[in-house]
Each structure stands twice: as C-alpha cells, then as structure tokens.
C-alpha cells in the first residue's frame, strides 16, 4: 500500500533509487549528496565492488533570441562549453540563412515580410502613377499659427 501525499509516488521512489546513500559504495569525491550538479550513477566493478561515475549536467542546447521566442534550434546538437568550443564549425550551424541563430520557421517569416513590403511598395507606385495630377496651384498652403500673446 502506497500513500500519496505529494505528486506522484513513482517518481519520487525513482529519485532516491537514483542516489541511494549506500554504505557499501565508494563514492570518489567528498560531496556524496544529491544536488543539481552531482547527479551520480551506481556501477558494479568486475571486482564486485560498488562505485559511482560522476553524470555531466546535461545542455539544453543553442536556442534563438527570447525576444524573438526563444525556441530550440533543430540540428544542432545540445553541446557544454568545452565541447562546443572544440567542436567543428558544421556541428554548430545549420546550412541557410541565419542557420545556427534562427529558427526555420522565423527565417521563413522574415523572408515572407521582406517580400511582403516589397509588393507593397510597388502597389504604391503603381496607384501613385494611376492618380491623376492635378493644376499646381490649386492646393492652399497651410498658414502657421502664431505664439499667442499673454496678457
């Protein structure tokens, strides 16, 4: 019989299977509890002997800019600082515009608002030329109206 009381019982019995306090162990590094950035994993040595490897905190990869969203870029993969410093240049971009900083899909969006304000600009020239133009001096010219004075 198990007793729910916070959340779900299956996954709080994962986590402490995951880093059990075990006095059989040896742990290989002075901090054995069980923090963000010491996530350990208990291995059986051919020894008989139980020992813990040190897991790497995992990367969530590049993304775009908050402003515009923030989404995970797709085909890059989620690399630490050192690896993405040694990595090759093709592991790190995408082959197209702003490949590696943009999504596709907002690539795609700045290329359909380019050529959208391009069609625009045409249509305004074209119903520029079609308009009729009129005798020069019949528009009045607007007179500026003067500070008034304070009495």
């Not at 002997?49 to 908050?66: D, I, W």
């Not at 795609?108 to 050529?115: H, L, T």
């Amino acid at each position: 019989y198990q007793r729910r009381v916070h959340g779900n019982v299956q996954s709080r019995l994962n986590s402490q299977k995951r880093m059990v306090r075990d006095s059989r162990i040896k742990y290989r590094r002075r901090n054995f509890r069980a923090t963000v950035s010491n996530k350990l994993r208990i291995v059986k040595t051919p020894g008989g002997q139980l020992t813990t490897h040190v897991r790497r905190k995992r990367s969530k990869g590049p993304t775009a800019p908050k402003s515009l969203g923030g989404q995970r870029i797709q085909g890059i993969k989620a690399m630490s600082g050192m690896k993405r410093h040694n990595a090759k240049k093709r592991a790190l971009t995408v082959d197209r515009a702003y490949g590696g900083v943009l999504t596709h899909t907002q690539v795609r969006d700045r290329i359909i608002r380019a050529f959208l304000i391009e069609e625009q600009k045409i249509v305004k020239r074209v119903l520029k030329a079609q308009r009729p133009a009129g005798p020069k001096g019949s528009g009045k010219k607007k007179q500026k109206k003067g500070k008034s004075s304070k009495k």
